[in-house]
T-cell receptor, first 114, second 112 residues
Framework: SAVISQKPSRDICQRGTSLTIQCQVD?????MFWYRQQPGQSLTLIAT?????????ESGFVIDKFPISRPNLTFSTLTVSNMSPEDSSIYLC???????????FGPGTRLTVT | DQQVKQNSPSLSVQEGRISILNCDYT??????FLWYKKYPAEGPTFLIS?????DKNEDGRFTVFLNKSAKHLSLHIVPSQPGDSAVYFC???????????FGRGTQLTVWP
């Protein structure tokens, strides 16, 4: 399975500011996914990021709020823009396994917006 | 609309006993099901999966059962150990869907 790291692991941010979360994978992968887990909720897919193309956003998520970059096959960033307390969540990146449907997750970024 | 449902937010089991975690789904397009385990401050870890062409898959202490007619699957952990205490997420996908759909998770506590 791939080894995935995320930076930062946690942050406390003020309302109205933006935070960029980095996701680094130890092998080349085609698809990367960004999820959000709000307190007590399931993992919700924000967008799918393929290298060399625009990210595909799920219903309820827009590029202006969550811009994503995917400059190469091992790295992606997610920016949470103009933050509000409702954005307080754990943000996770994941990648698919080479052979099946399994996804492997990074450790997550715990964001608190005050 | 929650297409994957875990109706029990928590489960408490004594060490050595069986833990049974349940999951229901609504989308008939799902044909592959997964269970993830999540410890605090860590990302979810893939545990076990099952294809819709099977009704059972076993890996050591973990067994997943699938009842397609009832759109229900369950994860059995035997024997349960204190280190199994974590949040367990059920997830589903399909060959044409390209993404995973997650339940809300069940907090399993295994006490000595």
């Amino acid at each position: 399975s791939a080894v995935i790291s995320q930076k930062p692991s946690r942050d406390i941010c003020q309302r109205g500011t933006s935070l960029t979360i980095q996701c680094q994978v130890d092998s080349q992968v085609t698809m990367m996914f960004w999820y959000r887990q709000q307190p007590g909720q399931s993992l919700t897919l924000i967008a799918t990021a393929n290298q060399g193309s625009e990210a595909t956003y799920e219903s309820g998520f827009v590029i202006d709020k969550f811009p994503i970059s995917r400059p190469n096959l091992t790295f992606s960033t997610l920016t949470v823009s103009n933050m509000s307390p409702e954005d307080s969540s754990i943000y996770l990146c994941s990648v698919t396994s080479g052979s099946g449907y399994e996804q492997y997750f990074g450790p997550g970024t715990r964001l608190t917006v005050t | 609309d929650q297409q994957v449902k875990q109706n029990s937010p928590s489960l408490s089991v004594q060490e050595g006993r069986i833990s049974i975690l349940n999951c229901d789904y609504t989308n008939s397009m799902f044909d592959y099901f997964l269970w993830y385990k999540k410890y605090p401050a860590e990302g979810p870890t893939f545990l076990i999966s099952i294809s819709s062409i099977k009704d059972k898959n076993e890996d050591g202490r973990f067994t997943v059962f699938l009842n397609k007619s009832a759109k229900h699957l369950s994860l059995h952990i035997v024997p349960s150990q204190p280190g199994d205490s974590a949040v367990y997420f059920c997830a589903a996908t399909g060959s044409t869907l390209g993404r995973l759909y997650f339940g809300r998770g069940t907090q399993l506590t295994v006490w000595p």
